[in-house]
């Protein structure tokens, strides 16, 4: 693409000509009008999967659940799970499982 001045710099007929390639359809190789090359397939077929598959399915799935939190105490588990390399997520489920066993036995 040849260089030009600022789009706001622009009177309308150069403004035009400046952006006509945004008016061709877009393929989704990155150059207006021109097939995927195999290689641009797989990739593009390799990121489907990846990007159905989601997170791991643990269990029966997850379920976001809204709960309130002491904002003081929030900040204490947020530092204390970046300090351990936790997810938030973790250290309440980890909480909840020493919860119920301490009350079931």
Same mark, same amino acid.
């Given at each position: 693409?040849?260089?030009?001045?600022?789009?706001?710099?622009?009177?309308?007929?150069?403004?035009? =000509?400046? =952006?006509?390639?945004y008016?061709?359809?877009?393929?989704?190789?990155?150059?207006?009008?021109?097939?995927?090359?195999?290689?641009?397939?797989?990739?593009h077929?390799?990121?489907?999967?990846?990007?159905?598959?989601?997170?791991?399915?643990?269990?029966?799935?997850?379920?976001?659940?809204?709960?309130?939190?002491?904002?003081?105490?929030? =900040?204490?588990?947020?530092?204390?799970?970046?300090?351990?390399?936790?997810?938030?997520?973790?250290?309440?489920?980890?909480g909840?499982?020493?919860?119920?066993?301490?009350?079931?036995?």
């Open positions: 693409m040849a260089k030009h001045k600022p789009y706001d710099q622009m009177n309308t007929a150069e403004l035009a =000509t400046a =952006t006509a390639e008016d061709l359809p877009w393929t989704g190789s990155g150059l207006p009008g021109k097939p995927l090359t195999a290689a641009q397939r797989a990739q077929k390799r990121a489907g999967i990846r990007a159905k598959a989601g997170r791991p399915k643990i269990g029966r799935g997850a379920q976001i659940v809204p709960v309130s939190i002491e904002r003081g105490l929030l =900040t204490q588990v947020d530092a204390f799970a970046q300090r351990h390399h936790l997810k938030r997520s973790q250290m309440v489920t980890e909840l499982r020493l919860v119920m066993q301490r009350r079931a036995g």
